[in-house]
């Protein structure tokens, strides 16, 4: 034998090789990583029997040669779209804790674009994009050229596949009965690839659906036709800030990781709160979303229904729904919202009530941005009374405040400083420049939840007056890269008030005294706050 033609039957045979690892692969990996134990990952992964394997052989087997290239290349170009769409899901569960929807997720791929521009610039952001293209591609092409290489191998071999199929076909159904699994709870008798082609076709008509349901919950709302003169007149005369921290989770106050400088915060906070006359209660919200999507938790808490995808988001704004704001705005406050990370047209705004909305481009800042934030959150607090809560005469306001310095990567964050300090923000240039870096993740994201806490609090300690109430909350856990794959969706929850009545309205929600909830204060769905708080505040809310 020649040297090249020994050189091609090597190479040949190396080719082969891989493409019958990739197809393996693409057939038994997880689109969960997190669950292959990370000692054990080859293990787990290799020893499995993957049932689409043996039955795709069996087919192509039965069929005529060019039948078969036809097949075969249909087949792979099925397992390559799955492949992307693993590969999608594994980005998806790592930062968003969840399976990325086929049907309705594609919306979010330009909001994650436009966060990778606000926080690494177009250049960074063209080089991601470009990358995640070329993967998609890359995997969808050699997977279907891997099938296909494999393919045109059955035919010189019919009778040793064909014996080794019906063995591991009786093999895999014998495990498959016995649910034999090897390690990290991932069974033998492979059928990945199925369920997640089945997982993606269902998903049309069952999003269809949703639709149809969603569009009657609604228009079930038993505060839609409360006269105005009830809606809130427990709060008639007070002044109501709803102040979102971003990424503000159960895990910055609970987790003995990173929850140091929250609690310390908290503490101190609420001590400076009770010397000015301030009391809070807290308990906990069940967020529908994990690690972002922002507006899906503020939209499900505003409207008091559950939005947990885009598709229910566009069908709600589409509506004419009651939302706390335009509640407020029906009982006669003035309703404005502060928004340092809209960047962009937000038409939104009229869906949820607002009379004046303050965008990233007319909050006045020249200072640096922060990374994916705008501006401080400080800085947004300053604002928010030179704008509208300083004013010597004004009607009663409610201002829904989104703080967005707590935003991934956390860093920098800037200290606090005297409110006459704050100025047009220049003054953070310096400040940011000499930010200290580091590299745990977790400590800076506890220590921007601290600060972005504090702006709030310092806040209701330098500028409350009797009248003022405040809604602290926060919209969503931080990403997994902080507290991992399997922790709650929940975020703490405060009112803070002066008035004793007010506060003595929620005494039945049995909320822990202070900034601090317990571990055992109530939970509750966060779309089921918006009627509870309607309720507590209106006439139906009297205390017997």
Do not use: C
């Not at 080089?127 to 279907?144: E, I, Q, S």
């Not at 019906?166 to 990290?184: C, E, H, K, N, R």
């Not at 109530?522 to 309607?534: A, S």
Request: charged share 20%; no cysteine.
């Amino acid at each position: 034998m020649s040297v090249n033609k020994q050189v091609r039957r090597i190479g040949g045979g190396v080719v082969t090789t891989l493409a019958a690892i990739l197809v393996f692969l693409a057939l038994v990996l997880p689109d969960q990583i997190t669950r292959l134990p990370p000692g054990n990952f080859w293990l787990t992964a290799l020893v499995r029997v993957p049932i689409e394997a043996l039955l795709a052989v069996a087919l192509l087997l039965a069929l005529p040669a060019r039948a078969r290239r036809i097949t075969a290349t249909v087949l792979g170009l099925a397992l390559g779209f799955l492949t992307v769409l693993k590969i999608i899901d594994v980005g998806f569960f790592k930062v968003l804790a969840r399976q990325f929807d086929p049907v309705l997720d594609w919306v979010l791929f330009r909001d994650g674009f436009n966060y990778l521009v606000d926080a690494n610039g177009w250049p960074a952001a063209l080089g991601a994009a470009a990358g995640g293209v070329l993967l998609a591609v890359a995997a969808l092409v050699a997977v279907t050229f891997s099938a296909r290489r494999l393919s045109g191998l059955l035919a010189a071999h019919p009778w040793p596949v064909r014996g080794s199929v019906v063995t591991l076909s009786i093999a895999w159904v014998t495990l498959a009965v016995m649910g034999f699994q090897l390690v990290g709870g991932i069974p033998v008798a492979s059928q990945t690839a199925t369920d997640l082609a089945r997982d993606t076709v269902l998903a049309v008509p069952q999003n269809i659906q949703e639709r149809k349901d969603f569009a009657r919950e609604v228009q079930d709302d038993a505060f839609a036709n409360l006269p105005n003169d009830q809606l809130l007149s427990a709060l008639r005369g007070k002044d109501v800030i709803v102040g979102f921290v971003e990424s503000y989770g159960r895990d910055a106050v609970e987790n003995p990781e990173f929850n140091q400088p929250v609690l310390d915060r908290l503490r101190a906070g609420q001590a400076e709160l009770e010397a000015k006359g301030f009391a809070a209660r807290s308990g906990y919200l069940t967020s529908p979303t994990f690690g972002g999507g922002s507006w899906l938790a503020h939209s499900t808490f505003l409207s008091g229904l559950w939005i947990d995808n885009q598709n229910r988001y566009r069908s709600l704004v589409a509506t004419d729904r009651l939302t706390l704001t335009s509640a407020f705005k029906r009982a006669g406050f003035r309703t404005v919202g502060f928004e340092p990370g809209v960047t962009f047209a937000w038409p939104e705004g009229d869906f949820y009530g607002y009379q004046q909305v303050y965008d990233s481009h007319t909050l006045g800042y020249n200072g640096p941005a922060l990374s994916w934030s705008t501006m401080p959150d400080q800085y947004v607090m300053k604002k928010v009374h030179d704008y509208e809560f300083g004013k010597a005469k004004r009607p009663p306001l409610l201002a829904e405040v989104t703080l967005t310095s707590s935003h991934t990567p956390w860093k920098p964050v800037p200290s606090m400083l005297p409110w006459e300090k704050i100025g047009d923000g220049s003054v953070y240039g310096p400040m940011i420049k000499e930010a200290p870096g580091g590299d745990d993740v977790k400590q800076a994201y506890a220590g921007s939840i601290a600060y972005s806490v504090d702006s709030l609090i310092s806040y209701v300690r330098d500028f409350g007056d009797d009248n003022l109430v405040l809604v602290l909350l926060g919209d969503h856990q931080p990403n997994s890269s902080v507290v991992g794959s399997h922790s709650t969706k929940d975020v703490p929850i405060s009112i803070v008030a002066k008035d004793p009545k007010v506060l003595d309205r929620i005494g039945s929600w049995g909320w822990t005294n202070g900034l601090t909830p317990a571990p055992d204060a109530p939970l509750w769905p966060m779309n089921e706050f918006r009627d509870k708080f309607l309720t507590a505040y209106s006439p139906q809310g009297e205390p017997h």
